[in-house]
Protein backbone atom coordinates (compact mmCIF):
# COMPACT_ATOMS: atom_id res chain seq x y z
CA UNK A 1 0.00 0.00 0.00
CA UNK A 2 1.12 3.76 -1.02
CA UNK A 3 2.03 5.84 1.87
CA UNK A 4 2.82 9.53 1.63
CA UNK A 5 4.50 11.56 4.32
CA UNK A 6 3.90 15.55 4.95
CA UNK A 7 6.61 17.58 6.28
CA UNK A 8 7.59 20.94 6.39
CA UNK A 9 5.35 22.71 8.63
CA UNK A 10 5.87 24.97 11.55
CA UNK A 11 4.92 28.07 13.46
CA UNK A 12 5.78 31.32 11.03
CA UNK A 13 4.69 34.91 11.52
CA UNK A 14 1.81 36.88 8.87
CA UNK A 15 4.11 37.20 5.52
CA UNK A 16 6.08 34.27 5.66
CA UNK A 17 6.59 31.43 3.27
CA UNK A 18 6.40 27.93 4.16
CA UNK A 19 7.16 24.84 1.64
CA UNK A 20 5.65 21.28 2.59
CA UNK A 21 6.62 18.71 0.96
CA UNK A 22 5.33 15.08 0.08
CA UNK A 23 6.92 11.96 0.13
CA UNK A 24 5.83 9.03 -1.11
CA UNK A 25 6.78 5.56 -1.33
CA UNK A 26 5.62 3.98 -4.42
CA UNK A 27 7.14 4.86 -7.44
CA UNK A 28 4.22 4.96 -9.85
CA UNK A 29 2.53 7.36 -7.50
CA UNK A 30 5.02 9.93 -9.69
CA UNK A 31 1.94 9.32 -12.82
CA UNK A 32 -0.91 9.79 -10.65
CA UNK A 33 -2.41 13.24 -9.35
CA UNK A 34 -1.38 14.28 -5.99
CA UNK A 35 -3.10 16.84 -4.35
CA UNK A 36 -2.98 19.42 -0.90
CA UNK A 37 -5.72 20.32 1.24
CA UNK A 38 -6.18 21.55 5.01
CA UNK A 39 -8.25 20.86 7.86
CA UNK A 40 -9.02 23.28 10.84
CA UNK A 41 -11.09 20.70 13.83
CA UNK A 42 -14.40 21.12 13.74
CA UNK A 43 -14.46 21.96 9.56
CA UNK A 44 -14.24 20.00 6.53
CA UNK A 45 -11.37 19.17 4.51
CA UNK A 46 -10.47 21.75 2.12
CA UNK A 47 -8.91 21.01 -1.05
CA UNK A 48 -6.27 23.42 -2.24
CA UNK A 49 -4.52 22.43 -5.22
CA UNK A 50 -3.58 19.44 -7.20
CA UNK A 51 -0.96 18.44 -9.98
CA UNK A 52 -1.48 15.96 -12.66
CA UNK A 53 1.35 13.14 -12.89
CA UNK A 54 0.76 13.09 -17.17
CA UNK A 55 0.61 16.21 -18.22
CA UNK A 56 1.43 18.66 -15.35
CA UNK A 57 -1.19 20.74 -14.89
CA UNK A 58 -2.10 22.58 -11.68
CA UNK A 59 -5.44 24.11 -10.42
CA UNK A 60 -5.94 26.20 -7.09
CA UNK A 61 -8.51 26.72 -5.25
CA UNK A 62 -9.91 30.46 -5.04
CA UNK A 63 -8.66 30.87 -1.48
CA UNK A 64 -4.79 29.72 -2.46
CA UNK A 65 -4.71 31.19 -5.92
CA UNK A 66 -1.51 33.57 -6.09
CA UNK A 67 0.08 32.65 -3.23
CA UNK A 68 0.65 28.51 -3.18
CA UNK A 69 2.45 26.81 -5.58
CA UNK A 70 2.45 23.38 -6.53
CA UNK A 71 5.31 21.61 -7.95
CA UNK A 72 6.97 17.72 -8.41
CA UNK A 73 9.90 16.75 -8.22
CA UNK A 74 9.55 12.75 -9.91
CA UNK A 75 12.55 11.97 -9.37
CA UNK A 76 12.48 12.00 -5.60
CA UNK A 77 8.85 10.93 -5.71
CA UNK A 78 8.38 14.61 -3.94
CA UNK A 79 5.75 17.01 -4.39
CA UNK A 80 6.01 20.27 -2.91
CA UNK A 81 3.80 23.33 -1.80
CA UNK A 82 5.13 26.62 -1.64
CA UNK A 83 3.37 28.85 0.56
CA UNK A 84 3.50 32.42 0.30
CA UNK A 85 2.19 35.47 2.37
CA UNK A 86 0.89 33.24 4.78
CA UNK A 87 -2.07 34.46 6.86
CA UNK A 88 -3.75 33.36 9.77
CA UNK A 89 -6.59 31.72 8.33
CA UNK A 90 -3.86 29.48 6.78
CA UNK A 91 -3.36 27.67 10.07
CA UNK A 92 -4.41 24.54 9.61
CA UNK A 93 -3.36 20.91 9.26
CA UNK A 94 -2.34 20.08 5.70
CA UNK A 95 -2.67 16.73 4.08
CA UNK A 96 -1.30 15.80 0.37
CA UNK A 97 -3.21 12.49 -1.03
CA UNK A 98 -2.99 10.22 -4.45
CA UNK A 99 -5.55 9.90 -7.04
CA UNK A 100 -5.34 6.63 -8.18
CA UNK A 101 -8.34 5.52 -9.37
CA UNK A 102 -9.11 5.01 -13.58
CA UNK A 103 -10.72 8.08 -13.99
CA UNK A 104 -7.94 10.64 -15.53
CA UNK A 105 -8.98 14.36 -14.75
CA UNK A 106 -7.91 16.60 -17.05
CA UNK A 107 -9.38 19.73 -16.28
CA UNK A 108 -9.98 19.77 -12.56
CA UNK A 109 -8.60 18.34 -9.79
CA UNK A 110 -10.39 14.98 -8.67
CA UNK A 111 -13.48 15.23 -5.96
CA UNK A 112 -12.00 14.80 -2.45
CA UNK A 113 -13.33 11.56 -2.30
CA UNK A 114 -11.78 9.88 -5.00
CA UNK A 115 -8.07 10.65 -3.20
CA UNK A 116 -7.31 7.15 -2.11
CA UNK A 117 -4.07 7.17 -0.10
CA UNK A 118 -3.41 10.38 2.43
CA UNK A 119 -0.54 11.35 4.36
CA UNK A 120 -0.76 11.98 8.20
CA UNK A 121 -0.85 15.37 7.88
CA UNK A 122 1.94 18.48 8.86
CA UNK A 123 0.42 21.52 11.24
CA UNK A 124 1.10 24.86 10.14
CA UNK A 125 0.30 27.86 12.44
CA UNK A 126 0.54 31.53 11.28
CA UNK A 127 0.34 33.66 14.17
CA UNK A 128 2.33 36.83 15.16
Known amino acids: QAQLVESGGGLVQPGDSLRLSCVFS????????IGWFRQVPGKEREKLTC????????FYADSVKGRFTVSRDSAKNTVYLQMNSLKPEDSAIYYC?????????????????????WGQGTQVTVSS
Open 26 to 33: ESTLKYLN
Open 51 to 58: IDGIGGRS
Open 97 to 117: AAHVGATYYEYQCPPLVDYDY
